[in-house]
């Protein structure tokens, strides 16, 4: 089962990193999902996820205060924006347009309502 959870700690991390270059792929929710497999299946894996001068400060903040950095919400914010505004752009249904707005604004809701870091 270990093994398991490595290997899924792995592929979220790969995920995770993509995420920083693809605006509609989130950084910060698979880096977490990686901190929580990785210490459930390797200590080492773990240990270097925490320490990394990336990866590490955004997990820590988020589990001592539940806090995100203002560039990340600031970075969060333009990925959104770009998103809905290339939807528009190709001429998305009007429906889905209306569904793509309502969860993008939740999402924005929820970041900008965490602390700061």
Not at 2 to 12: D, E, F
Not at 17 to 28: H, S
């Amino acid at each position: 089962m270990r093994y398991i959870w490595a290997l899924a700690g792995l592929i979220s991390v790969s995920l995770g990193v993509l995420g920083i270059l693809l605006p509609l792929l989130p950084t910060v929710p698979f880096l977490l999902l990686a901190a929580f497999c990785f210490a459930r299946g390797s200590e080492r894996l773990h240990a270097w996820m925490l320490s990394h001068p990336r990866l590490g400060p955004p997990i820590h903040n988020w589990q001592q205060s539940g806090s995100i950095s203002r560039m990340a919400k600031k970075m969060a914010t333009l990925s959104v924006v770009a998103v809905f505004g290339l939807s528009w752009v190709i001429g998305l249904k009007p429906t889905v347009l209306v569904i793509q707005a309502v969860t993008l604004t939740c999402v924005m809701i929820f970041i900008w309502s965490r602390p700061d870091a």
